[in-house]
């Protein structure tokens, strides 16, 4: 009886890194966002090189929570930085590291989201990460990037029940290819718009004559608003929006690209990603901690060199907007597909923690009515 008990436990918290089959996308239902092609898979990982890995954490009727990491290229990021940006919509958020990237332009570490109350220990364990990949041993300041949005409503957030392990999991076991979208992950326990949030993600790859580069993104959903969806004012239609319900919250944004520009142009590339989430109907509230992390892997900077000079190619200014509309029509499609993913999870995904529980996106009514526009 002893091993039955142990078992049922062990089958209870699902800490899970494997990808379960695939819910519906929205383009699945004929719904498009914009008018740039996706990539391949639709996904962040539609930029060369980059890897994903995700934690879940579900136990019990509390426990509601995880880890997502992004790894951008596959050789050590410390040694092999790469230019990004941080753009802060509303800065109520414990987003570390982003002094250093606003100051010197440059990520090196994988980036990591998680619930609000575990980003000390998820950037310890980036920390240890780092310290202990081969060529960091002389390493005695690094700079971690970890996000979070509080996931406490369905989550027991106190117990802080992330721990070191399940953020080096996921990042060790990031891997390219499809990424699980919905309530997994860091978005294991997020509510948007009053529905149950998650991870989304989306791409776009512009034509050849715009130089054929790649947007990924990649978000965290745990925001309020009015929803909108291709334009359509679903939330008004299913009566559920901000002022009308307590609908507050967070949202990371991660956008990667391998187009050629610099920390300044990415910094401008993360402000339009901002208004791809305004175009999903949120509303940036005083108690949301909004931000986008904008990274190139178009090229690395090393961290030693013999030379004083970087020399760079860089793409200019008057060819960046595609790349602008592209972040906008990806952002908001990432968002979209974390709703619709996380409405297709689970039934035992929607309760949480002191009895809280949320609605999943009605996805067939949302449908019909978007498809009527």
């Given at each position: 009886m002893k091993r039955i008990f142990w078992l049922n436990v062990?089958?209870?918290?699902?800490?899970?890194?494997?990808?379960?089959?695939?819910?519906?996308?929205?383009?699945?239902?004929?719904?498009?966002?914009?008018?740039?092609?996706?990539?391949?898979?639709?996904?962040?990982?539609?930029?060369p090189g980059v890897r994903?890995?995700?934690?879940?954490?579900?136990?019990?009727?509390?426990?509601?929570?995880?880890?997502?990491?992004?790894?951008?290229?596959?050789?050590?990021?410390?040694?092999?930085k790469l230019p990004a940006a941080i753009y802060i919509g509303n800065g109520f958020g414990k987003l570390t590291g982003y002094s250093q990237v606003?100051?010197?332009?440059?990520l090196e570490t994988p980036i990591v989201l998680t619930n609000t109350l575990s980003v000390p220990t998820a950037a310890d364990a980036v920390i240890d990460y780092t310290l202990n990949q081969?060529?960091?041993?002389?390493?005695?300041?690094?700079n971690p990037v970890v996000g979070e949005t509080n996931d406490g409503f369905l989550n027991d957030i106190r117990g802080r029940h992330v721990t070191r392990q399940h953020v080096l999991d996921a990042i060790r076991n990031a891997k390219p290819g499809p990424v699980e979208e919905g309530s997994v992950g860091a978005g294991t326990g997020t509510v948007c718009f009053g529905y149950k949030g998650g991870i989304g993600t989306a791409s776009r790859r512009l034509p050849a004559?715009?130089?054929g580069y790649t947007v990924g993104v990649l978000v965290q959903t745990n925001f309020g608003g009015v929803l909108q969806i291709a334009g359509v004012?679903?939330?008004?239609?299913?009566?559920?929006?901000?002022?009308?319900?307590?609908?507050?919250?967070?949202?990371?944004?991660?956008?990667?690209?391998?187009?050629?520009?610099?920390?300044?142009?990415?910094?401008?590339?993360?402000?339009?990603?901002?208004?791809?989430?305004g175009h999903t109907g949120g509303i940036a509230s005083n108690g949301s901690g909004d931000y986008v992390i904008a990274v190139s892997t178009a090229y690395q900077i090393p961290h030693q060199s013999s030379s004083p000079f970087d020399t760079l190619k860089l793409l200019r200014n008057d060819d960046?907007?595609?790349?602008?509309?592209?972040?906008?029509?990806?952002?908001?499609?990432?968002?979209?597909?974390?709703?619709?993913?996380?409405?297709?999870?689970?039934?035992?995904?929607?309760?949480g923690t002191e009895g809280h529980s949320v609605k999943p996106l009605p996805v067939q009514k949302v449908v019909e009515m978007v498809g009527r526009k």
């Open positions: 062990l089958l209870g918290l699902l800490i899970s890194t494997a990808h379960a089959q695939p819910a519906k996308r929205p383009r699945d239902y004929g719904i498009r966002f914009g008018v740039i092609p996706t990539g391949p898979l639709n996904a962040i990982t539609d930029v994903v890995g995700q934690v879940t954490l579900r136990q019990g009727t509390t426990i509601r929570t995880g880890v997502t990491a992004i790894v951008p290229h596959g050789g050590n990021l410390f040694q092999e606003e100051e010197l332009g440059t081969p060529g960091n041993e002389q390493v005695r300041s690094l004559s715009l130089g004012p679903v939330g008004v239609a299913l009566g559920q929006y901000s002022y009308k319900e307590k609908l507050d919250g967070s949202c990371m944004m991660v956008v990667l690209t391998d187009a050629p520009v610099d920390a300044r142009n990415l910094k401008r590339l993360a402000k339009r990603a901002f208004l791809g989430l960046t907007s595609p790349l602008f509309m592209a972040a906008i029509e990806a952002t908001e499609e990432a968002i979209i597909n974390s709703l619709f993913a996380a409405g297709q999870s689970p039934a035992d995904t929607f309760s």
